[in-house]
C-alpha cells in the first residue's frame, strides 16, 4: 500500500525541515523588499496551486517568437556558443547572451506578473534553457524520464514552444496531483518510469501538454515531469525557471548583458537578481 505525506509534512518536500525554513525565510525576504498583492490571474495561480500547471494560448508575440527562432538557428549553423549538441539535442550556451531576444519573454509584463501573483512577491529569473530536442526513437535520456526538479521547494517554469507540438512531436508531459502528493519512498532514486508514475498515480494523471507555436505552458517542476521525444518532428523550446532564492541555494552562473540590464526598467531589475552582469 502506498503511503502518502501530505501537503503539512516536510517529508514531501526535498531538503525536508531544514528546506522548508530556508524557502521559507528567503520568500519573507523577498516579499518584505518586493512585495506584490494583486489577484489579476486568480485562475493561474488556482490551476498552478491544485493541478500543479496551467496552459495559456498565443502568450507569445509571433514576430518575437520568430526572431528568437531565427537566433537560435544562427548558432547551430555556425556551431557557436553550444553548451550541448548530440543527436538527442542542442542546447544554446548562456541562451541569454547569444539569444538576446529571450530577454523580451524572461522580463515581459505576462510572465512578470504570473510569477509575482504565484509567489506574492516579485521573484527573480534563476535558470533558462533554449533546446531542440531532435526525433530520435532510441532510449529516453536525462530529462526525458520522470523526475521531480531539485531547484528549490517552490518555484515554477515557464515553457514557450518555438513550434507547433502534437502528441508525436515531444509534448512536455506531468504527473496531474503530483506537486504536494508525494508517497513514501519517492526520494530514493531521481528518475522514474513511465510504469511507476502510473502504477502510483494512476494513468489519467499522466498530461501530455500539447500546444502550438506561441502558446505558453507554467508548471511547478516539482511534480513529476519529463519531456517526452520527438519521434516525428524536432521540438524548439525555450525554458524560463523563477526563484525567490538563487536555484539549489548555488552562486548563480547565468549571465546577462550589463547593457541589457542597465536597460530594465527600475521595477523589473530585482528580476535579474540573481544573473551574473556581463
Known amino acids: 500500500m502506498i503511503q502518502w505525506y501530505d501537503v ?45 500547471f496551467c496552459v495559456i494560448k498565443d502568450a507569445a508575440d509571433p514576430i518575437k517568437l520568430k526572431q528568437l527562432k531565427n ?19 542542442t542546447v544554446v550556451d548562456q541562451a541569454l547572451v547569444n ?17 509575482s501573483e504565484y509567489f506574492n512577491c516579485l521573484p527573480a529569473l534563476g535558470t533558462f534553457n533554449l533546446r531542440k530536442s531532435y526525433v530520435n526513437t ?58 511507476e508514475m502510473k502504477a502510483i498515480y494512476g494513468e489519467d494523471s499522466i498530461q501530455r501538454l500539447t500546444a502550438n507555436a506561441g502558446d505558453m505552458i507554467i508548471a511547478n517542476t516539482t511534480c513529476f515531469h519529463k519531456g517526452i521525444p520527438p ?12 526563484v525567490v532564492h538563487p536555484e539549489d541555494w548555488k552562486k548563480p552562473t547565468f549571465q546577462i548583458k550589463k547593457d541589457d540590464y542597465e536597460n530594465l526598467p527600475d521595477n523589473v531589475k530585482p528580476a535579474a537578481d540573481y544573473l551574473v552582469k556581463i
Open 99 to 115: 539569444c538576446p531576444t529571450i530577454k523580451d519573454f524572461a522580463f515581459s509584463n505576462l510572465v512578470l506578473d504570473i510569477a
Open 231 to 242: 519521434t516525428k518532428q524536432d521540438r524548439t523550446m525555450l525554458t524560463l525557471n523563477y
Open 8 to 52: 503539512t509534512n516536510a517529508n514531501c518536500y526535498r531538503g525536508g525541515k531544514q528546506g522548508v525554513e530556508m524557502y521559507n525565510n528567503a520568500c519573507t525576504d523577498r516579499r518584505t523588499n518586493y512585495p506584490v498583492t494583486t489577484e489579476k490571474y486568480k485562475h493561474v495561480i488556482g490551476a498552478l496551486n491544485t493541478d500543479g
Open 71 to 89: 537566433e537560435f538557428e544562427i548558432q547551430v549553423a555556425a556551431n557557436e556558443n553550444l553548451k550541448e549538441h548530440s543527436a538527442h539535442f
Open 138 to 195: 532510441s532510449n529516453p535520456v536525462k530529462h526525458q524520464i520522470f523526475h521531480s526538479d531539485p531547484n528549490s521547494i517552490k518555484f515554477i517554469k515557464f515553457f514557450f514552444y518555438l513550434n507547433d507540438v502534437d502528441m508525436e512531436g515531444g509534448p512536455f508531459c506531468i504527473v496531474k496531483g503530483s506537486l504536494y502528493r508525494k508517497f513514501s519512498g519517492w526520494l530514493d532514486k531521481y528518475r522514474w518510469t513511465e510504469e
